[in-house]
């Protein structure tokens, strides 16, 4: 995407009303140091002319008082606007990564999975950066560097059209070179973040995952892995420097011949023709060397907006990407849940689901049974509204939920998958994500539902214990059992259990299934699981398998009829 500066201040301007004060401060500390920047040099010609050649000693005391008192003012104005863009960088970040957050939040379960969490991540943090500082480096200073080369150019020409004239040949070669080393940054800037995206992701699964690494003693595999993309990352490093240093020397190049010894060379010459005094050289110098700082810093800046395009591009889009359908109906639901003839594939041509229709009775004991990969969850995830069916449709008591407010239908609803996350917080604070208002009597109560209030209780800081990343200071059965007590937390009218109970061993399996189905009350249950014995007490058991729903009914007339859950059963009990 070619996004011109104007047509980014635009798509920027909404974040900017609430700071508009600060870029105000930021353009008038600009256009007072335009002044102060160009008072200096006639100090110094008045130094040279007057109080050297003339011998003008009062003159000496007024220069040197002039003198420090454009150095104060420019570091009071420095200070302030350093201040005031510091501010108006953090509040500008803020606004900004909130709608990011937000948006992220919004987001399709299918739309976040195309991408790696590395990407999102850095989406959020390195390329709002870019465009954090881009008020300042691309409005403020650039509109400052365009006055000031058009100022310092007017004065430079009144003084010696001819030596301004000579002098600005080598401008077409600054220009050349700054674009080619902003193409070069560009691009393997561009790199690092592509690579720096995968290495994220790659370090925070492995750190995530370590245990089950270990288990499968892949270390060597990993450690190879980690060294490729430091490796590459260093490559690319070297290259970034590489580009840096042709950088660093042009720029000295620039700052100590093109606008120093260059112009000094050919002023020499007018100086001896007496068509300049010294002094009148030392002040075209440093107006010179103003204009071609200017020149320079908007040819600089121009490069470096054509580098940072895909950064700012990339916020854009993820500000504009589509956000889940939302409804206006705000209702207590019954609990009644139907999927007609719906259809579903994570790649189109290749179907998960074919022509699924299912109908969950309010307040019933619901179960979907089959082998793994049948498309159960998925199932499950298109019922909850986390999957947008391909055909078909998804009702709430008999009502399109599309119609419904997400927000309004998610409080109702409870979910407890095989690998639920805990976070790495207390034990109290990853209840009260469910019922932000629970009390401490709500909290042990939900826990006694899900077999954990002895042990919660038995545990040196209570509810208030950390519990670690994912949970990693409590066993499997714990974990899950906390992750039920929280959905139970809730007292949803939908509580969907996948694989909720497969952590546990039998007895407290049957248990939590026991005190669940009592806790439930008369919400609807729907079961997943591919265990038969696990859902035995369920109400209706519906069969699936390869996509499709084979038959449904209970325990006991599918074991009698269906040999395909007759087998099912078998298998299980031979495995157990």
């Known amino acids: 995407m070619r996004l011109g500066r104007l047509e980014i201040f635009r798509r920027i301007k909404p974040y900017t009303r609430e700071c508009r004060w600060l870029i105000v401060m930021m353009l008038l500390c600009s256009a007072a140091a335009i002044p102060l920047s160009l008072i200096n040099p006639v100090f110094f010609q008045i130094l040279v002319d007057d109080v050297m050649r003339e011998k003008q000693i009062a003159v000496f005391y007024q220069v040197v008082l002039g003198l420090v008192a454009v150095y104060l003012c420019r570091l009071l104005l420095d200070a302030a606007s350093l201040g005031v863009s510091n501010q108006l960088l953090n509040r500008f970040s803020l606004s900004l990564r909130t709608d990011i957050w937000k948006a992220y939040q919004r987001l399709p379960l299918a739309t976040f999975e195309k991408e790696k969490p590395g990407d999102w991540k850095m989406r959020l943090m390195d390329d709002v950066d870019s465009l954090g500082s881009f008020i300042k480096d691309q409005v403020v200073d650039y509109l400052y560097h365009i006055v000031m080369m058009a100022v310092t150019l007017v004065l430079t020409l009144r003084m010696s059209w001819l030596m301004t004239l000579i002098c600005s040949l080598t401008v077409p070669l600054v220009f050349l070179l700054n674009a080619w080393i902003g193409r070069g940054t560009g691009k393997v800037n561009e790199d690092i973040r592509n690579v720096s995206q995968n290495y994220a992701s790659f370090t925070h699964d492995s750190l995530q995952y370590w245990k089950e690494i270990k288990i499968q003693h892949a270390e060597e595999t990993f450690i190879g892995r980690y060294r490729m993309y430091r490796k590459r990352l260093a490559d690319l490093g070297y290259r970034w420097i590489r580009y840096w240093l042709y950088a660093e020397i042009f720029n000295d190049f620039k700052a100590n011949y093109l606008t120093k010894v260059l112009v000094y060379i050919i002023g020499s010459f007018f100086v001896i023709r007496d068509q300049i005094t010294v002094g009148q050289l030392i002040l075209f110098g440093e107006y010179f060397s103003l204009l071609f700082t200017s020149l320079d810093a908007v040819s ?6 054509r580098t940072n395009a895909p950064f700012y591009s990339r916020v854009f889009e993820t500000l504009s990407l589509e956000k889940e359908t939302d409804g206006e109906m705000e209702q207590p639901l019954v609990g009644e849940v139907e999927a007609r003839a719906v259809g579903y594939g994570y790649q189109r041509e290749e179907p998960v689901l074919r022509e699924v229709s299912l109908q969950i009775e309010a307040g019933g004991y619901t179960a979907l049974v089959g082998h793994s990969g049948c498309g ?9 509204l986390l999957y947008r069916p ?14 419904f407010r997400r927000r309004s239908l998610y409080r109702q609803i409870g979910m407890v998958m095989q690998d639920s996350y805990l976070f790495d917080m207390s034990i109290r604070d990853n209840l009260l994500i469910a019922k932000e208002d629970a009390t401490e009597e709500e909290l042990l109560d939900a826990c006694a539902k899900a077999n954990i209030r002895e042990f919660v209780i038995g545990l040196p800081q209570g509810l208030d214990t950390e519990i670690g990343e994912r949970g990693v200071r409590l066993s499997g059965g714990q974990r899950q059992r906390l992750a039920i007590a929280r959905a139970i937390l809730r007292q949803p009218r939908l509580l969907v259990f996948d694989e909720a109970t497969s952590s546990l061993d039998k007895m407290s399996e049957d248990r939590v299934n026991e005190s669940v189905r009592a806790a439930a009350e008369q919400a609807t249950l729907l079961v997943i699981s591919h265990k038969p014995s696990a859902v035995v007490r369920a109400n209706r058991i519906v069969v699936m398998d390869d996509g499709q729903i084979l038959d449904e009914g209970t325990h006991a007339e599918l074991y009698a009829r269906n040999a395909f859950y007759r087998k099912l059963a078998m298998d299980e009990g031979r495995s157990e």
Do not use: C, F, P, V
């Open 390 to 403: 391909d055909t078909g449709s998804i009702r709430y008591d008999g009502q399109e939920a599309s119609i």
């Open 376 to 384: 159960k969850t998925t199932l499950a995830k298109l019922l909850l």
């Open 300 to 305: 600089g800046k121009n490069a470096q907006l």
